[in-house]
């Protein structure tokens, strides 16, 4: 169990169902924050969200955000949940595991769309908030990491993943458990 550190802080996790963004939620949920999971799958989502087993502390919006009109579709959510955010951790992730010379257009714009202009547009919309709300400083924690897009192989992306999710745990939180990325 964690030791409150986050007590009383709303941290929203986007890319929250995915391995990295489950991990770092239950991290946060241990450590005592209330927890908003942002991710498109559903399934996951909820499964996260009834394994964390507090419905008042995590709670989650299952939507696809591909543009700034769904992100303020977003923001509508949460002022519907009451929450004025403290901390962001986005971990959205697209990664295509194309060799370098055979990986297309498409593809790229794809993990770059995910990976980079996501990541730019959820940051606004929460950093609007937090502006909005006079609260005080926003934690923005970025996960998502474009390193594919510029032929480092997959093991040493994973490596670059691993690395970030436990410095950052270990730096100011116990890790709760090894999260696997490969």
């Not at 436990?166 to 990325?181: A, F």
């Amino acid at each position: 169990m964690g030791n409150g550190r986050l007590t009383g802080k709303n941290a929203i996790i986007f890319g929250g169902g995915g391995r990295i963004g489950s991990a770092t939620a239950r991290c946060f949920f241990e450590h005592g924050a209330h927890v908003l999971l942002i991710d498109r799958d559903e399934e996951k989502a909820r499964a996260l969200a009834q394994t964390l087993g507090d419905p008042s502390r995590c709670r989650y919006w299952a939507q696809s955000i591909e543009n700034e009109r769904d992100a303020e579709r977003l923001s509508d959510w949460i002022d519907t949940q009451g929450v004025v955010p403290d901390i962001l951790v986005n971990c959205p992730a697209y990664i295509s595991r194309a060799p370098f010379l055979s990986s297309s257009i498409e593809e790229f714009d794809k993990q770059m769309h995910t990976n980079v202009r996501l990541v730019l547009i959820v940051s606004r919309v929460i950093a609007q908030k937090m502006a909005k709300a006079k609260k005080g400083k926003l934690s923005l924690i970025h996960i998502s990491e474009p390193t594919r897009l510029l032929s480092i192989s997959y093991a040493v992306f994973c490596l670059q993943k691993k690395t970030t999710l436990h410095t950052l745990l270990t730096c100011k939180l116990r890790t709760p458990s090894t999260t696997e990325t490969a």
